[in-house]
């Protein structure tokens, strides 16, 4: 009977400090190799997996002491994917807690209107959250991987703000951009004028980045976009300092000379009539709109005033009176 008493007491001491221990490292401080640690779970990552992730990341908590905990309450089937940071003093508890709440760290990269496809790639490369998939493609490889009809990247991609998870790949981002756009564009398309002098969407597209270049103060796009489709209209060459820039590429210095405006490119609008072969930027919302529904109006040509705004004339006889105000004083 004693023998029976000792072995019971046993079991209930074992059986305590069983309890007590898994208490303890629920709730105990993780220790870290690093303050803050960062790891990511894969999608359609297991408990197990993700426990292994985080073991590895230098979080002193046994791979198997996640596991069991997660499946003690019902959390195994529960993990979300994504990038995470974590400080010290978490306990085990609160790590399962984050990881089923899905509390992942975003960065950001922001998308602004009228730069081009050049910059838009350096700033994708210069990202430090990115994982830089794109780096060694070309521009039409891209456009391969993206899924994309067009065999030229310009004006593709809609200018906004995108979060999404470090150590995202830069083809993910560029491809929710792309998608973005095309909606964007297809509505616009729609509303537009019947009476526009433009065929497809991707020439409105081509027309809306133009707008968005030539755009010094936002209540000018529409009387913008109204000069450059009664131009078209009447058959008048666009002659737009923007496109120009564009088609010199590299070899623009921050100078536009007159040399440069008879220097044959398709895109200079200053030899070539009609649009040029492709956007020039990415066009934002509102010049998709101008674009698409200019007011009506007999403006011919515009001159900017030095204050970001412009000055709009019917003929050329009041555009060179206003040149001669406003750019040669």
Do not use: C
Not at 27 to 39: C, E, G, K
Not at 171 to 180: G, I
Not at 249 to 262: A, E, S, W, Y
């Amino acid at each position: 009977m004693r023998t029976f008493k000792i072995f019971l007491l046993v079991v209930i001491l074992a059986f305590v400090a069983a309890i007590a221990s898994a208490s303890w490292f629920t709730v105990r401080h993780l220790p870290m190799n690093s303050d803050p640690t960062a790891f990511s779970i894969p999608a359609g990552a297991s408990l197990r997996t993700a426990a292994q992730v985080i073991e590895a990341a230098g979080i002193d908590l046994p791979a198997w002491q996640l596991e069991l905990l997660g499946r003690l309450m019902g959390r195994s089937s529960k993990i979300k994917a994504g990038s995470y940071e974590v400080d010290e003093g978490l306990t085990a508890l609160g790590l399962l807690e984050k990881l089923t709440r899905g509390d992942v760290t975003q960065a950001e990269l922001v998308l602004v209107e009228g730069k081009t496809f050049r910059q838009l790639r350096a700033a994708l490369n210069e990202h430090p959250d990115l994982a830089h998939d794109t780096q060694k493609l070309s521009d039409r490889q891209i456009l391969a991987r993206l899924g994309a009809k067009e065999t030229h990247p310009e004006g593709l991609f809609f200018p906004d703000t995108y979060l999404f998870d470090k150590g995202s790949s830069d083809l993910d981002v560029l491809r929710r951009a792309y998608r973005s756009m095309q909606p964007r564009l297809a509505a616009a398309w729609q509303m537009r004028d019947a009476t526009l002098p433009i065929k497809t969407p991707y020439e409105l597209l081509i027309l809306a980045s133009i707008v968005e270049k030539e755009t010094g103060v936002p209540a000018d796009r529409p009387r913008v976009a109204a000069v450059f489709t009664n131009r078209l209209r009447r058959g008048m060459l666009l002659q737009t300092d923007p496109t120009v820039i564009y088609g010199m590429g590299d070899g623009f210095d921050g100078n536009l000379r007159k040399i440069d405006l008879q220097t044959d490119t398709p895109w200079n609008t200053y030899m070539r009539p009609g649009l040029p072969p492709t956007p020039i930027a990415m066009p934002g919302q509102a010049s998709l709109q101008a674009a698409a529904t200019p007011p009506s109006s007999n403006m011919l040509y515009f001159v900017a005033r030095g204050d970001g705004s412009s000055e709009f004339s019917e003929s050329l006889d009041e555009h060179n009176s206003a040149v001669a105000k406003y750019q040669k004083r």
